[in-house]
Structure formats: C-alpha cells, structure tokens
C-alpha cells in the first residue's frame, strides 16, 4: 500500500518539509521504532526534491535521534526516545545572555509541576509510591549524617525525582525531565552545600517529604505549593 508520507514533494521548502515528513509519520505511526525508511535516492525520486535536501534532512534527523545510519544495512527509525532529541534545548538556554535564569526555572516547574499532576491524576500502584518513599528514605539519612556527603546527597536528590519522572511510565517525559537534570545537576549540589553549610537542612528534609504527601494528596495548589517551597534556596544559586 503506498505511504502517505512518501508522496511527491511539490514544494520548494525542501529540507524541513522532508524533516517534517518523516517526523510526522513516526507520529501518526506509519513509521515505527526499528523501521527502515528507503535510501536517499528513492526518496529523492518519491519526493520530487534533491539528493542533497534529503541528505541533508537525515544528517539533522540522525543528529538529533530520530534516524540510525547502520552501515552496509540502511537508515532506520530510532528505538526509542534518546536525549539528543532534546539537547538543542540545551544548547538554546546555555547561549541565551539575559533569559536563561528565569527560562530555566519555568521550564523546571513546567516539566515537574507537570509529572506531578500527572500522578496525581493517576492510579499509581503502592509498589511505586514505595520506589518514591525509599529514595525520599535515603537522602533523608544522608542529609542526617553529621556531616552529610554533599554529592552524595546531590546524586540522591536528583534519584528521588528521577523516581518521580518514572512513575508517569512516559518515556518522552522523561527525555525532558533527563535535559532538567543536565542543566541543573550542578547548581542542585551547590544548593545542598549552602542549605547545610546556614544549618537549614532541615529545610531540605522537610521540603522533599512534604512533595511525597502532597503528591500521594488530592489538593493540586498544595502540591504546586510544596514544589515551590522546594526551589527557595535552588532560585538563588542558579541566579
């Protein structure tokens, strides 16, 4: 039967429309994960469009995760989602002067106030608030050692929301909330390091098992509450 996705190409916007055909039809799933897609010059000829644009579109497709290049095999789609897919957010908030502060914090509470709904709203099995409570468990008893391992207690810190990204079983939301943890990881352990070093890490232990009982609630403005609570010292260090 013929693709939809490999009709003729009447257009001269080339290269992104090839990208965005190929894209879409993983989307609508005419294309699936493990899937070949013919070789450049087939779909040259079905898209009516260059050898160089459709070159082109899978060197950018193959750079950002979608497609695989196997040698002497083929292009194929992509097993699975991969954090390339999402790194040209990275590079787009590390380059930006003036706004990457306030950027990175929405896109923070954007991606967690999101999961979090999102349990919320689901039927999570007990096993899974256990996975959560445990993590919760451990950075509480090494934010209680005196003194705490201070990367250790960073490393638990991003395992417990990690936990959380986890348990919405949504692959794509956890890419995302995997590009959170890169730009993030290190001011996390600076936040760490100066909540203990005023003798507020009470406030830590507090915070994070405050976001488990407002999580495992029903009342959405507490949780939103308990998750800004969470970014008090955080805001200040990145900034």
């Known amino acids: 039967m013929e693709k939809k ?6 257009s ?5 429309i090839v990208i965005d055909r190929i894209t879409g039809a993983i989307i609508d799933g005419e294309l699936k994960p493990g899937d070949q897609i013919p070789t450049e010059p087939e779909l040259s000829s079905l898209f009516n469009v260059g050898r160089n644009t459709v070159r082109e579109a899978i060197r950018i497709l193959v750079a950002y995760g979608v497609l695989e290049i ?6 194929f789609i992509c097993d699975g989602f991969s954090p390339s897919m999402i790194n040209p957010a990275i590079y787009q908030i590390i380059l930006q002067k003036e706004s990457r502060y306030e950027e990175l914090i929405g896109l923070r509470k954007i991606i967690e106030n999101g999961m979090m709904q999102l349990l919320m709203d689901m039927d999570i099995p007990q096993e899974t608030w256990n996975r959560i409570e445990r993590k919760c468990d451990i950075l509480v008893a090494i934010l209680q050692e005196d003194p705490p391992d201070i990367p250790k207690a960073a490393e638990a810190d991003i395992a417990f929301h990690e936990e959380i990204a986890k348990a919405t079983n949504n692959s794509l939301a956890l890419v995302v909330h995997d590009v959170v943890i890169q730009l993030t990881r290190e001011s996390r352990q600076r936040t760490i390091e100066e909540v203990v070093a005023k ?3 009470q406030y830590l232990i507090d915070t ?4 488990v009982e407002k999580l495992q609630g029903k009342d959405a403005n507490a ?3 308990a998750i ?3 970014y008090f010292y955080w805001k200040d260090i990145y900034r």
């Open 208 to 211: 994070h098992r405050n976001l």
């Open 12 to 16: 001269k916007s080339m290269v992104q």
């Open 228 to 230: 800004t609570d969470s």
């Open 199 to 201: 003798g507020d890490k």
């Open 70 to 75: 196997r040698r002497a095999e083929g292009t």
């Open 223 to 225: 949780l939103y509450k």
């Open 5 to 10: 996705y490999l009709a003729p190409i009447n």
